[in-house]
Protein backbone atom coordinates (compact mmCIF):
# COMPACT_ATOMS: atom_id res chain seq x y z
CA UNK A 1 0.00 0.00 0.00
CA UNK A 2 1.60 3.23 -0.60
CA UNK A 3 0.33 6.57 -0.59
CA UNK A 4 -0.75 8.37 -3.73
CA UNK A 5 -3.00 11.34 -2.78
CA UNK A 6 -3.78 13.77 -0.20
CA UNK A 7 -5.81 16.75 -0.65
CA UNK A 8 -7.01 19.98 0.57
CA UNK A 9 -10.62 21.52 0.55
CA UNK A 10 -10.07 24.67 -1.58
CA UNK A 11 -13.51 27.46 -1.75
CA UNK A 12 -12.47 28.00 -6.09
CA UNK A 13 -10.23 25.41 -7.65
CA UNK A 14 -8.79 27.97 -10.57
CA UNK A 15 -7.79 30.29 -7.58
CA UNK A 16 -6.61 27.31 -5.72
CA UNK A 17 -4.41 25.72 -8.93
CA UNK A 18 -2.97 29.25 -9.50
CA UNK A 19 -2.33 29.83 -5.39
CA UNK A 20 -0.48 26.12 -5.10
CA UNK A 21 1.44 26.04 -8.79
CA UNK A 22 2.54 30.11 -9.12
CA UNK A 23 3.03 31.42 -5.95
CA UNK A 24 4.03 27.91 -3.81
CA UNK A 25 6.00 26.27 -6.99
CA UNK A 26 4.20 23.03 -7.32
CA UNK A 27 3.36 21.53 -11.01
CA UNK A 28 -0.12 20.38 -12.55
CA UNK A 29 -0.09 17.19 -12.81
CA UNK A 30 -3.80 16.60 -13.75
CA UNK A 31 -6.75 18.69 -14.75
CA UNK A 32 -9.79 16.58 -15.98
CA UNK A 33 -13.07 18.63 -16.37
CA UNK A 34 -15.22 16.65 -14.27
CA UNK A 35 -19.18 18.99 -14.66
CA UNK A 36 -19.29 21.72 -12.68
CA UNK A 37 -15.67 20.88 -11.26
CA UNK A 38 -12.23 19.22 -12.24
CA UNK A 39 -10.30 16.64 -10.63
CA UNK A 40 -6.94 18.87 -10.27
CA UNK A 41 -3.53 17.35 -8.83
CA UNK A 42 -0.34 19.13 -8.32
CA UNK A 43 3.20 17.63 -7.22
CA UNK A 44 6.28 19.19 -6.01
CA UNK A 45 8.95 19.38 -9.01
CA UNK A 46 11.06 17.76 -6.68
CA UNK A 47 9.40 14.56 -6.85
CA UNK A 48 6.84 14.70 -9.95
CA UNK A 49 6.21 11.06 -9.53
CA UNK A 50 5.60 11.22 -5.93
CA UNK A 51 2.32 12.17 -4.09
CA UNK A 52 -0.34 13.99 -5.35
CA UNK A 53 -2.20 16.69 -4.04
CA UNK A 54 -5.60 17.41 -4.88
CA UNK A 55 -7.43 20.38 -5.05
CA UNK A 56 -10.56 19.59 -3.82
CA UNK A 57 -13.66 21.93 -3.90
CA UNK A 58 -15.09 22.38 -0.33
CA UNK A 59 -18.60 22.17 -1.10
CA UNK A 60 -19.90 19.68 1.49
CA UNK A 61 -21.99 21.92 3.78
CA UNK A 62 -19.87 20.49 6.62
CA UNK A 63 -16.29 21.48 4.93
CA UNK A 64 -16.67 25.32 5.70
CA UNK A 65 -17.71 24.86 8.98
CA UNK A 66 -15.13 23.07 9.65
CA UNK A 67 -12.64 24.83 8.01
CA UNK A 68 -13.65 28.16 9.18
CA UNK A 69 -12.69 26.33 12.90
CA UNK A 70 -9.75 25.22 12.00
CA UNK A 71 -8.67 28.83 10.96
CA UNK A 72 -9.73 30.40 13.96
CA UNK A 73 -7.45 28.17 16.40
CA UNK A 74 -4.39 28.74 13.65
CA UNK A 75 -4.31 24.79 12.98
CA UNK A 76 -3.11 23.99 9.58
CA UNK A 77 -4.89 21.81 7.22
CA UNK A 78 -2.14 20.23 6.49
CA UNK A 79 1.88 20.44 6.33
CA UNK A 80 4.33 20.82 3.68
CA UNK A 81 8.54 20.21 3.98
CA UNK A 82 11.27 22.40 2.74
CA UNK A 83 14.58 22.51 3.49
CA UNK A 84 14.68 25.88 4.65
CA UNK A 85 11.86 27.43 6.42
CA UNK A 86 13.87 31.29 6.95
CA UNK A 87 13.89 30.91 3.49
CA UNK A 88 10.49 29.76 2.22
CA UNK A 89 9.12 32.25 4.85
CA UNK A 90 11.14 35.44 2.64
CA UNK A 91 10.09 34.72 -0.53
CA UNK A 92 6.43 33.92 0.22
CA UNK A 93 6.06 37.14 1.69
CA UNK A 94 7.89 38.45 -0.97
CA UNK A 95 4.90 37.04 -3.45
CA UNK A 96 2.29 38.45 -0.42
CA UNK A 97 1.37 35.65 1.22
CA UNK A 98 -0.07 36.31 4.82
CA UNK A 99 1.61 34.30 7.77
CA UNK A 100 0.10 33.33 10.82
CA UNK A 101 3.04 32.25 12.14
CA UNK A 102 6.78 33.52 11.42
CA UNK A 103 9.19 30.85 11.02
CA UNK A 104 9.31 29.48 15.28
CA UNK A 105 11.88 27.53 16.28
CA UNK A 106 10.33 24.32 18.28
CA UNK A 107 13.55 22.45 19.19
CA UNK A 108 13.84 19.53 16.72
CA UNK A 109 11.71 21.21 13.70
CA UNK A 110 10.98 24.62 12.87
CA UNK A 111 7.70 25.52 11.35
CA UNK A 112 5.73 28.74 10.04
CA UNK A 113 1.77 28.74 9.21
CA UNK A 114 0.53 31.03 6.33
CA UNK A 115 -3.17 31.62 4.51
CA UNK A 116 -3.59 29.91 1.59
CA UNK A 117 -6.18 32.08 -0.14
CA UNK A 118 -8.70 29.04 -0.09
CA UNK A 119 -9.66 29.02 3.18
CA UNK A 120 -6.89 26.63 4.55
CA UNK A 121 -3.62 27.85 6.95
CA UNK A 122 -0.77 25.31 5.84
CA UNK A 123 2.05 24.91 7.88
CA UNK A 124 5.56 24.79 6.30
CA UNK A 125 8.45 22.32 8.14
CA UNK A 126 11.93 21.95 8.37
CA UNK A 127 13.29 19.59 10.32
CA UNK A 128 17.08 20.05 11.87
CA UNK A 129 19.44 17.78 11.73
CA UNK A 130 19.72 15.45 15.23
CA UNK A 131 23.00 16.07 16.91
CA UNK B 1 -10.47 36.44 38.80
CA UNK B 2 -7.44 37.75 40.82
CA UNK B 3 -3.63 37.88 39.17
CA UNK B 4 -2.64 35.68 41.87
CA UNK B 5 -4.82 32.42 41.18
CA UNK B 6 -3.87 33.06 37.61
CA UNK B 7 0.07 32.69 37.92
CA UNK B 8 -0.63 30.12 40.37
CA UNK B 9 -0.31 27.24 37.93
CA UNK B 10 2.51 26.24 35.98
CA UNK B 11 1.00 25.45 32.42
CA UNK B 12 -0.50 29.33 32.91
CA UNK B 13 3.12 30.59 33.37
CA UNK B 14 4.60 28.45 30.48
CA UNK B 15 1.46 30.07 28.41
CA UNK B 16 2.82 33.72 29.26
CA UNK B 17 6.12 33.02 28.52
CA UNK B 18 5.54 32.12 25.55
CA UNK B 19 3.52 35.21 24.66
CA UNK B 20 6.23 37.14 25.60
CA UNK B 21 8.87 35.47 23.37
CA UNK B 22 6.40 36.11 20.73
CA UNK B 23 2.85 38.16 21.31
CA UNK B 24 0.56 37.52 18.84
CA UNK B 25 -0.07 33.86 18.86
CA UNK B 26 -2.66 31.64 17.54
CA UNK B 27 -4.25 28.68 19.79
CA UNK B 28 -2.10 26.18 17.63
CA UNK B 29 1.08 27.90 17.93
CA UNK B 30 1.03 27.97 21.40
CA UNK B 31 -0.12 24.47 22.05
CA UNK B 32 2.78 23.38 19.40
CA UNK B 33 5.30 25.43 21.65
CA UNK B 34 3.71 24.42 24.99
CA UNK B 35 4.24 20.81 23.82
CA UNK B 36 7.97 21.14 21.77
CA UNK B 37 9.39 23.53 23.92
CA UNK B 38 8.03 22.97 28.01
CA UNK B 39 6.86 19.27 27.71
CA UNK B 40 2.88 20.01 28.41
CA UNK B 41 0.87 17.99 26.06
CA UNK B 42 -2.86 19.22 27.38
CA UNK B 43 -5.72 19.27 25.31
CA UNK B 44 -6.41 22.16 23.11
CA UNK B 45 -9.74 22.47 25.39
CA UNK B 46 -7.37 22.31 28.22
CA UNK B 47 -5.03 25.40 27.12
CA UNK B 48 -8.26 27.58 26.18
CA UNK B 49 -9.87 27.23 29.79
CA UNK B 50 -6.44 28.20 31.20
CA UNK B 51 -6.24 31.29 28.14
CA UNK B 52 -10.17 32.31 29.80
CA UNK B 53 -8.31 32.38 33.34
CA UNK B 54 -5.29 34.71 32.11
CA UNK B 55 -7.84 36.68 29.85
CA UNK B 56 -10.30 37.35 33.22
CA UNK B 57 -7.01 38.29 35.20
CA UNK B 58 -6.35 40.71 32.75
CA UNK B 59 -3.27 39.02 31.80
CA UNK B 60 -3.90 38.27 27.75
CA UNK B 61 -5.61 40.04 25.62
CA UNK B 62 -6.93 37.97 22.65
CA UNK B 63 -7.91 39.91 19.11
CA UNK B 64 -9.71 38.28 15.72
CA UNK B 65 -6.83 39.18 13.08
CA UNK B 66 -8.88 38.69 9.95
CA UNK B 67 -10.14 35.06 10.10
CA UNK B 68 -8.15 33.99 12.95
CA UNK B 69 -8.14 34.67 16.38
CA UNK B 70 -4.35 35.96 18.35
CA UNK B 71 -3.51 36.22 21.96
CA UNK B 72 -1.35 39.04 23.12
CA UNK B 73 0.42 39.45 27.07
CA UNK B 74 -0.53 41.78 29.03
CA UNK B 75 1.71 42.99 32.07
CA UNK B 76 -0.59 46.00 33.27
CA UNK B 77 -1.95 43.66 35.77
CA UNK B 78 1.58 42.39 37.19
CA UNK B 79 2.89 45.91 38.60
CA UNK B 80 0.41 45.71 41.38
CA UNK B 81 2.64 42.93 42.42
CA UNK B 82 5.71 45.06 42.57
CA UNK B 83 3.80 48.40 44.17
CA UNK B 84 2.41 46.03 46.69
CA UNK B 85 5.68 44.94 47.93
CA UNK B 86 8.35 46.83 46.50
CA UNK B 87 11.91 45.13 45.79
CA UNK B 88 13.32 46.83 48.82
CA UNK B 89 11.77 49.93 50.94
CA UNK B 90 15.97 51.07 50.66
CA UNK B 91 14.86 51.36 47.19
CA UNK B 92 11.72 53.61 47.97
CA UNK B 93 14.22 55.66 50.11
CA UNK B 94 16.98 55.89 47.01
CA UNK B 95 13.51 57.21 44.66
CA UNK B 96 13.06 60.45 47.32
Known sequence: ?131 | MDVYRAIADPTRRAILDELVDRSGQSLFELCSRLIMKHGINSSRQAITQHLDVLEAAGLIRTRREGRWKLHWFEGGPLKAIGERWPISTDERELEK
Not at chain 1, 6 to 32: P, S
Not at chain 1, 89 to 108: C, I, N, S, W
Open chain 1, 1 to 131: MRIHLAGVLVDDQEKALRFYTETLGFQLKHNIPLGRHAWITVVSEEAPEGTELVLEPDEHPAARPFKEALVKDGIPYTSFAVDDVEAEHERLTAKGVRFVQPPTDLGPVITAVFDDTCGNLIQIQEEKPQP
